[in-house]
């Protein structure tokens, strides 16, 4: 089965612009999360799509945004790029069936790279 | 605030020595934890635990936890080079879905030959 991917690798924007990253979860998974990897923040949650509707959502300004399709595939959005948002991108997708642990545990791809300047 | 924290944020060890990493957790309403592992680029799932006192092992690695003291381990027996990255320990908490999940700061592991 292939694992999650995630296009593109690499980005380089400036400040003001806008954009976005897209993620396709492993076979039969339904959701999916996206995180944002910094030095000085770590690992932090950005959302959870499931089944084409937000179930979760951390603390982040509304510049950023996603979406999913029917096929699980997800987009995540940022509008008017800040200097900060430079990080690693992560999404991560898991089955998503209730009752049986092992269905949710989550795999990452392999991220975005996005560099404000 | 659910919050997770890793000790010790690094370690430096030899080839054949064996590590524990912590993690410990404060909670409401915790449903899971999970152990990634992060070389260069994303992290690779390890284990995920929800039963307090069940060891799960995979190779050289093993991973417990334990609910009534809010914590799980990480060990690593007969360490070598390619031990070296960052773990992580991650929570999910409940509520509303399994798919957010909190991090530790993570531990950086490097092993020396």
């Known amino acids: 089965k292939a694992g999650v991917t995630q296009t593109p690798r690499y980005l380089i924007k400036t400040r003001g612009q806008q954009v976005t990253l897209s993620c396709s979860p492993i076979s039969g998974h339904r959701s999916v999360s996206w995180y944002q990897q910094t030095p000085g923040q770590g690992l932090q949650f950005l959302f959870e799509?499931?089944?084409?509707?937000?179930?979760n959502k951390g603390n982040f300004p509304g510049r950023f945004s996603g979406r999913q399709f029917s096929n699980s595939r997800s987009e995540m959005n940022v509008s008017t790029l800040e200097l900060g948002d430079s990080a690693l991108y992560l999404c991560?997708?898991?089955?998503?069936?209730?009752?049986?642990?092992?269905?949710?545990?989550?795999?990452f791809g392999p991220g975005t790279r996005l560099t404000v300047l | 605030e659910d919050k997770v924290v890793q000790s010790p944020l690094s370690l430096v060890v030899h080839e054949g020595d064996t590590v524990t990493l912590n993690c410990s957790y404060e909670?409401?309403?915790?449903?899971?934890l999970l152990w990634y592992k992060q070389e260069k680029k994303a992290p690779t799932f390890l284990f995920m635990l929800?039963?307090?006192?069940i060891e799960k092992k995979s190779g050289r690695l093993s991973s417990i936890l334990d609910k009534k003291e809010l914590s799980s381990i990480l060990n690593i027996t007969a360490t070598q080079t390619g031990d070296s990255a960052i773990y992580l320990c991650a929570a999910n908490f409940g509520g509303t879905s399994y798919g957010k999940l909190t991090f530790g700061q993570g531990t950086i592991l490097t092993v020396h030959p």
């Open positions: 799509y499931f089944s084409e509707t937000q179930r």
């Open positions: 929800t039963s307090s006192g």
């Open positions: 991560a997708s898991r089955q998503g069936l209730a009752g049986e642990h092992s269905y949710n545990e989550q795999f």
């Open positions: 909670v409401t309403n915790f449903r899971s």
